[in-house]
């Protein structure tokens, strides 16, 4: 028989530890079944833990491959330790297999622990002892059993060992010469698995033994595996934002718990990662560093990416922190003219607070948050967030400012009791933020912020009569999402609706893409008072200089803002075209989107192309504008227009402006139609061949705006239709009419086709009021009896 040159180096190998049972435990009924194959090519070590039974005297016995102990009269054992016989109390349950539920115990369901390590001491990966050793050390402080495990040394160098669980397994396979070891740990039942990942840090993370090379560092995942019950999920471990997103993947170059609090209305924990697509370990060690390295000149470029997560939803990270809280509060805080008292719910990070904290004219900011230890935790991990000495004035805490009162309470007991009687007595605020829950969060209180009628009711009578109210309403629609009402957006859906049955006069809905979730998020600013459009749609130039105006200054001289411009705040004031998309698919369908939806849709019988421009038949007219073709009654006409506007903000400067600006006013005056849909009085000009069409005083004209289908009666040529009655410009001023109408669907209430197609609609679509004749000069009725009329 020809003996492997090994093999009496094999037979003078240590024995390696043996696994023991911990305190507290029982021994399990087993059967262990092993198949041995020949090893005489290879070192191989098997060690297994059992119990035998002595139902007289309840006398126990370990065994394993190195002997036998006993518990009776004479016996003893160096590596085991008593376990509790039968006739002892029950031993308190410290896993999830120890526990009273027993569907727990056998649902088909489980989680895995992935951990790869690299930079670890050779001689520590290549010694089966000390890996054996450290595996049952990692078992042991993790709380569960090891049945047996079996190792194999490979040559020249390398050892893998897989181990029997009693909750299922764990194994390694080690690369002594790149300095590399992975682990895997499958267990199941609901005792979580993540507390194990620093235990597995410490045990395995062994650094070179001469001191030279890198410090070990590790990979790890934690996912979950198998089929649990709806019921018997683990909470923030299922949760897409981090159980899947963050926890599940295993190519963070870093992922380091920073901090986790279980608080009495939610569970925080708090992340430090780094993302190999953007960033690496290596240069964040360097940036750490003094070596004159550009990373170690440039730090902040290298930094991990803090997160925050509510229940495992993401909250917040240092990465998208001034884009998503300056996007929030900054485009209401600057079109409400002068906020002075400011109410935030929710915002436990400090952030928002923070953002507030910057305006001059601010005097109180009342910030209500149910958890006080939401706020304890923000101030000790995530200061950055709500660090404020640095703002002229205030403190380095944004919570201890003198202008902020803080107010742990329920935010919706908190308005209702003060304000659902009218608030008498009550101070009104200018400004209310909710940064609280994402509408789609699958909780109690996520329903009873967004769909509780009192409470908005409380909410407008909180608000001064030129009050804003801002909210953040969650992940943006996609094109292909179906009606809110009826998805998982139906909070939004709901709220909004709540908001314009309260008579909030003017919505603006946006989304922001910088604030580092996976997907757009979309705020609501809506208004008391329909005159804040004026404000929410200033110019680029108009916003920077109401931003230097109203900002205060930072002690450091740095900009007080770091993401937020008036070129950012142009890009709020269109809805993106997804929340047109998904306005159009409510059932029935809106009217504004048969009436205004795109040019494309829309047939027209007569365009630009049969007119032309010629010498009036009016007197003293100039110019006029003449059909070349025969165009019926209701025809409807297209003059591929794109008016000049002329918002009141520019109005304004006109009338103090000292130059010469007669002859832009009289061009308004002779070819401006008046309207105010943002807010206060503008005009509007065609840019088209339509700018020529002369004024047909009196109901002389033959073009309209609006066509009655249903109206037969052939004399009435020049009708108008508001809300039923047909008017003309002898009849009523347009002021007037505009001032009569209600806000409704074509109104000033919450309609992002409308908000897109502000100009489309400023130059509606004319129609004949009768049949006219090639040849014959087109006449419009301004509605106006300013206008000068022959």
């Not at 790869?116 to 078992?139: C, G, H, P, W, Y």
């Not at 890198?214 to 019950?229: D, E, I, T, V």
């Not at 859906?493 to 008579?503: K, S, W």
């Not at 009419?737 to 409704?744: A, I």
Request: glycine fraction near 6%; charged fraction near 25%; aromatic fraction near 10%.
């Amino acid at each position: 028989m020809r003996v492997h040159p090994d093999y009496h180096e094999h037979l003078e190998r240590k024995p390696l530890p043996t696994p023991v049972l911990q305190d507290g435990k029982e021994m399990p009924q087993t059967i262990y079944t092993a198949k041995n194959f020949d090893t005489g090519l290879s070192t191989a070590t098997s060690l297994l833990i059992a119990k035998e039974f002595n139902n007289d005297d309840k006398d126990w016995t370990i065994t394993s491959e190195s002997g036998t102990c006993g518990a009776g009269a004479d016996g003893s054992c160096s590596r085991g330790k008593r376990i509790q016989s039968e006739s002892e109390s029950e031993p308190v349950p410290t896993n999830a297999n120890e526990t009273d539920d027993d569907e727990e115990e056998h649902l088909p369901a489980g989680q895995h622990l992935l951990v790869d390590i690299k930079d670890v001491d050779a001689t520590f990966l290549n010694s089966e002892e000390r890996l054996a050793q450290a595996m049952i050390d990692v078992v042991n402080d993790s709380r569960l059993t090891l049945l047996s495990y079996h190792c194999h040394k490979l040559e020249p160098s390398g050892i893998s060992c897989a181990g029997v669980l009693l909750e299922s397994h764990v194994s390694f396979h080690t690369w002594p010469e790149e300095g590399v070891i992975t682990l895997d740990l499958f267990t199941c039942g609901a005792q979580p698995l993540l507390p194990v990942v620093p235990i597995i840090r410490r045990l395995f993370e062994i650094p070179h033994a001469d001191g030279k090379g890198n410090m070990p560092s590790s990979l790890w995942a934690h996912k979950q595996r198998g089929f649990r019950n709806i019921v018997k999920r683990l909470g923030h471990l299922d949760s897409w934002d981090l159980g899947r997103n963050i926890l599940g993947i295993l190519d963070f170059d870093m992922k380091q718990e920073i901090a986790t609090a279980q608080t009495p209305f939610q569970r925080i924990d708090i992340y430090d990662l780094i993302f190999p697509r953007f960033n690496d370990l290596e240069s964040y060690e360097r940036s750490l560093s003094n070596d004159g390295s550009y990373e170690s000149k440039h730090p902040e470029l290298y930094k991990p990416d803090r997160q925050v997560f509510l229940d495992g939803i993401l909250q917040s990270s240092s990465f998208g922190d001034e884009a998503y809280h300056e996007g929030l509060i900054h485009p209401a805080m600057l079109t409400h003219p002068n906020p002075k008292r400011v109410a935030i719910i929710g915002g436990g990070e400090g952030a928002s607070l923070r953002e507030v904290l910057k305006y001059k004219s601010l005097e109180k900011v009342a910030m209500i948050e149910i958890d006080e230890m939401m706020v304890d935790v923000s101030k000790e991990f995530i200061p950055t967030w709500n660090t404020c000495d640095n703002i002229q004035g205030s403190v380095k805490s944004c919570f201890e400012d003198p202008r902020t009162e803080m107010y742990y309470e329920d935010a919706l007991a908190w308005f209702i009791d003060r304000y659902i009687d009218g608030g008498d007595g009550e101070e009104k605020f200018d400004v209310i933020i909710m940064d609280a829950l994402d509408p789609r969060d699958n909780v109690e209180f996520a329903d009873a912020l967004y769909n509780n009628d009192v409470f908005l009711r409380a909410l407008y009578q909180a608000l001064s009569d030129d009050g804003i109210i801002v909210m953040q309403l969650g992940e943006a629609p996609g094109f292909d999402s179906p009606s809110e009402d009826i998805s998982v957006d139906k909070n939004r859906a709901t709220i909004i609706g709540l908001m314009e049955y309260h008579d909030f006069e003017s919505f603006h809905v946006y989304e922001e893409f910088h604030s580092g979730f996976l997907s757009p998020w979309v705020n609501l600013v809506a208004c008391k008072d329909v005159e804040c459009r004026k404000g929410w749609h200033r110019n680029e130039a108009e916003i920077e200089l109401a931003m230097r105006k109203k900002l205060l200054s930072t002690v450091s001289g740095a900009p007080i803002l770091q993401y937020f411009d008036g070129a950012t705040m142009m890009t709020y004031q269109v809805p993106h075209k997804v929340f047109e998309t998904v306005y159009c698919r409510k059932t029935p369908t809106p009217e504004s989107c048969d009436t205004l939806g795109s040019p494309l849709l829309v047939k027209y019988d007569v365009t630009w192309h049969d007119f032309e421009v010629k010498e009036s038949t009016l007197d003293g007219a100039g110019l006029g504008l003449f059909t070349t073709v025969d165009i019926l009654k209701g025809s409807s006409l297209y003059f591929d227009d794109s008016p000049i506007m002329f918002p009141p903000s520019s109005l304004d400067v006109m009338a103090k402006a000292k130059g010469n600006v007669e002859d832009i006013l009289a061009y308004i005056s002779l070819y401006g139609e008046e309207n105010n849909h943002l807010g206060e009085t503008e005009y509007t000009s065609d840019s088209s061949v339509a700018k020529f069409a002369n004024h047909g005083c009196d109901g002389t004209n033959n073009v309209i705006r609006m066509f009655d289908e249903d109206d037969e009666d052939e004399d009435e040529d020049a009708d108008n239709i508001y809300d039923g009655e047909k008017i003309n410009e002898s009849k009523m001023n347009l002021k007037e009419v505009l001032k009569s109408m209600k806000p409704t669907e074509y109104g000033y209430q919450y309609n992002p086709l409308l908000d897109r197609r502000l100009k489309h609609y400023n130059a509606e679509v004319f129609f004949a009021s009768r049949n006219i004749k090639a040849g014959e000069e087109i006449t419009i009725d301004y509605l106006s009896p300013k206008k000068l009329c022959a």
